[in-house]
């Protein structure tokens, strides 16, 4: 689980030893980490949220190319620049100053009395402190996202931390999963830059008010981030997206693409029914619709409840004569796949390297063994809600 503090608390902290060269807000720069730039080969280096310590004999003469620089810092998401000027022949240009303003990125001078391991060993234990204390809050969160009836004192610690009455909150939460199976190097990179991201966009939420505060929980195949935010009437549940959500589509892992599964707005209190939401549609992105990499649950609750009805002892919606179609791989996978790509013969055909006659022949088999034709409106109810049962129980 990853703490990022802000900029601005960073600064706070150190007695006016950095001078800032730009006029850039400094609050919703979330920090993650200090290191030095010894090459300028950014992307190589650079996850996201670091402050980022250069001598000024490191940097480029010219003009464009260290504007350049700035807007790869910019893009891979550095949180400032500190510069120590090593000899008197380097100056920064008030046209690149106001560039470096533009595009956000904080840039500040380290006097030549401080050294890169003064600054280095306060930032660093500005982060050690924060993520120690808020281990905690990890165990809780944890507990929360499990508890169908948490009490109000569960939520003491968080709220502690955060200065805000958490169980008086609404919360949503957002799944991220990998879509791909990463090596152990892959996946600690793809993660640190992904809740990289998150921080930043969600802190950026914070500081307009969008939203109260949050929380990033990683995962061993992603991230959790938890959101909370003022209660709201119910009609401004289902309003639309929130721009920090057209936001998480722009995220980038290095490696592999990424689901998203949002939950609805639900009371703090739902929290575990929240993370349920947001793993289902994890489920349905990645089952059903797979270009498709923001899922809301708002959109797939209705086979969230078929699911839950089919699996009532009570309820059966599925005809016992489809039994025979489930449990032939074959004729399954047709009816399928026919299904994902709009009851399409030739993509079908395609998709599963079979002539065209061949599927229509396993429509047909189907047909002739349920007494369910796929091209009526009621027999296809039962058809397509058979596949979809069955695939969100494999």
């Given at each position: 689980?990853?703490?990022?503090?802000?900029?601005?608390?960073?600064?706070?902290?150190?007695?006016?030893?950095?001078?800032?060269?730009?006029?850039?807000?400094?609050?919703?720069?979330?920090?993650?980490?200090?290191?030095?730039?010894?090459?300028?080969?950014?992307?190589?280096?650079?996850?996201?949220?670091?402050?980022?310590?250069?001598?000024?004999?490191t940097l480029p003469r010219e003009n464009n190319q260290l504007r350049e620089l700035l807007t790869e810092l910019q893009q891979n998401h550095a949180c400032c620049l500190i510069i120590k000027y090593i000899n008197n022949s380097f100056e920064l240009f008030p046209n690149l100053i106001k560039f470096s303003e533009k595009i956000g990125l904080p840039i500040f001078r380290l006097p030549?009395?401080?050294?890169?391991?003064?600054?280095?060993?306060?930032?660093?234990?500005?982060?050690?402190?924060?993520?120690?204390?808020?281990?905690?809050?990890?165990?809780?969160?944890?507990?929360?996202?499990?508890?169908?009836n948490p009490l109000d004192q569960d939520f003491d610690y968080l709220s502690s931390l955060k200065n805000i009455d958490l169980y008086k909150q609404d919360v949503q939460v957002v799944q991220i999963i990998f879509h791909a199976t990463l090596t152990p190097s892959q996946r600690v990179r793809d993660l640190y830059?992904?809740?990289?991201?998150?921080?930043?966009?969600?802190?950026?939420?914070?500081?307009?008010?969008?939203?109260?505060?949050?929380?990033?929980i990683e995962t061993a195949s992603g991230a959790t981030a938890i959101l909370f935010m003022a209660p709201r009437q119910r009609k401004d549940k289902l309003s639309t997206i929130p721009p920090y959500f057209r936001s998480l589509t722009q995220i980038q892992a290095a490696y592999t693409d990424l689901y998203f599964g949002v939950s609805d707005i639900q009371p703090a209190r739902q929290l575990q029914t929240a993370n349920q939401e947001a793993s289902f549609s994890i489920k349905v992105a990645k089952l059903f619709n797979p270009q498709k990499k923001l899922i809301l649950f708002h959109d797939v609750a209705l086979w969230s409840m078929i699911n839950n009805a089919q699996q009532s002892t009570s309820t059966k919606l599925i005809p016992m004569r489809l039994k025979d179609i489930l449990q032939n791989p074959e004729l399954f996978k047709t009816l399928r796949v026919f299904f994902q790509n709009n009851e399409s013969v030739k993509n079908t055909s395609r998709i599963l390297y079979t002539h065209p006659n061949t599927i229509r022949?396993?429509?047909?088999?189907?047909?002739?063994?349920?007494?369910l034709d796929y091209r009526k409106t009621d027999d296809k109810f039962y058809l397509y809600v058979a596949v979809i049962t069955k695939m969100l129980n494999q």
């Open positions: 689980m990853i703490f990022i503090i802000d900029l601005k608390f960073v600064l706070g902290h150190q007695h006016n030893r950095l001078i800032a060269i730009n006029a850039v807000a400094l609050e919703g720069k979330p920090v993650s980490s200090i290191t030095i730039m010894d090459n300028l080969s950014v992307h190589q280096w650079l996850r996201g949220g670091e402050m980022v310590l250069v001598g000024s004999h030549k009395q401080t050294t890169y391991l003064e600054i280095m060993n306060d930032v660093n234990t500005l982060l050690f402190r924060e993520r120690q204390s808020r281990h905690l809050a990890m165990l809780d969160l944890i507990h929360l996202l499990k508890t169908d830059s992904l809740t990289g991201q998150l921080h930043t966009i969600f802190t950026t939420a914070v500081h307009q008010a969008t939203l109260s505060t949050y929380f990033v022949y396993r429509l047909k088999e189907i047909m002739l063994k349920t007494g």
